[in-house]
């Protein structure tokens, strides 16, 4: 068999093995989305290491890609005015600004109990949290850089942020 020949049919093999499934059952982590094929033991440990990477990507100063991306399947969609703004805060606010949360699946943003229309689902919003920072500071940083929305939840301490391209909009949760 030439080189060719064995790499198509390993690749064939391996096709028919690894059909990777959406999100189907969050809950069970992202391994578990690979059907058909034994990722238990070793296998199932080196595969999550190198899942733990995806993502690891520098977009920004102190930000990663991945701290943007979905927890349940890893999936990410970022716009870029939305981490220009989010780089002009850690700049004025000079402190590590955590993604609480970036963008989700529709799957993912079922089970957080988000509305059905949120720009989490278009990569256009982020909820933010910043150690030692009140929700009240941020609001006013976040209304000094224009987000077009800007949800205030002062009891659990962070701000949801957008840039959706309508009309602003400002809620308190
Ligand atoms: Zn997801």
Redesign the pocket.
Known sequence: MSFLQSFMSFLRKQESRLIFKA?PR?DRGIVSRFHGNDFSGWKRSLLMERLNQINEIDIAQYFKLSEFA??????VMLHPLLLNKLVEFRAIIKKPIYITSGY??A??NQKVGGIKCSYHLLGLAADIRVEGVSALDLLEHAEILNFSGIGFYEKKNFLHLDVRPTKLARWRG
């Open positions: 999100c969050p979905c927890p349940c399947c890893k999936r989700r699946c799957e993912y």
